[in-house]
């Protein structure tokens, strides 16, 4: 009897082998296949063109964002997949500045290079819209560039971001309860998070206003706390998490 399972057990060893060998050359087909990211810095051509451009722009439309005040250098993101052309974007952020009492917001917009169109034309506005970037201001000190800032949709009002930045580690600590019953989040409930965004949320039965809370760890992975607001009290509503 010895034999015959002996002999089942080497057949399925084989036979698992040969699967092993015949799956690695199709995972290293698939990593083949598998487009590269490239990236690389601007040229002194792309710099000076988009400089000349950026200039003219600013003192046409002094009132936009990037207008009327000091600018930052811009930030560029120059990447393409192996063989495609390069997508050249420029980012500026505007100066910072007092939206409200107690909020200060920088606003990054971003512009698209395209080396097919005659020199002199070959930037213009991105689809992406701009982006705002808030944190709480100092009384009497006037707004000045910070190290850390929350992405903010423009939809969510002044009132309301100003409450959740003061609140945002309370209402965060008070969610880790809701880690446990979400089983993407309960792996995440210890880890250290940092608030990334502020955005509106979907209306939940009894709870007509609804604001999201993105946060990100220090393990690359995302947390997003819906938040309620009822009678001008936040109460951490719901949690969803990836990564």
């Not at 698939?30 to 792309?46: F, G, S, V």
């Not at 971001?161 to 945002?168: C, G």
């Amino acid at each position: 009897m010895a034999r015959p399972m002996c002999h089942g057990l080497l057949i399925a060893a084989l036979a698992a082998l040969t699967a092993g060998a015949a799956a690695a050359p199709a995972k290293a087909a698939d990593n083949k296949a598998a487009p590269r990211l490239e990236q690389r810095a601007p040229t002194a051509e792309e710099r000076d063109s988009f400089d000349e451009f950026f200039r003219a722009r600013n003192a046409a439309q002094p009132h936009r964002p990037w207008g009327a005040a000091p600018l930052f250098a811009p930030a560029f993101e120059i990447e393409r997949q192996r063989g495609q052309p390069w997508r050249v974007v420029a980012r500026v952020d505007s100066a910072p500045r007092r939206s409200a009492p107690d909020l200060c917001r920088q606003i990054r917009s971003s512009f698209v290079y395209d080396a097919a169109k005659p020199k002199g034309e070959r930037w213009g506005d991105s689809a992406e819209a701009p982006q705002w970037y808030v944190w709480l201001a100092q009384a009497n000190v006037p707004c000045q560039a910070a190290r850390y800032t929350v992405l903010m949709d423009p939809a969510v009002p002044p009132a309301d971001a100003v409450a959740l930045l003061w609140q945002h580690r309370e209402l965060l600590n008070r969610a880790r309860l809701l880690f446990a019953g979400n089983s993407q989040c309960a792996r995440q409930r210890a880890l250290t998070f940092r608030l990334a965004a502020l955005k509106p949320a979907a209306a939940t039965a009894g709870a007509p206003v609804m604001f999201g809370m993105v946060f990100e760890s220090d393990r690359d992975t995302t947390a997003t706390v819906d938040v309620r607001k009822h009678r001008g009290e936040y109460v951490a509503w719901n949690v969803s998490c990836s990564g």
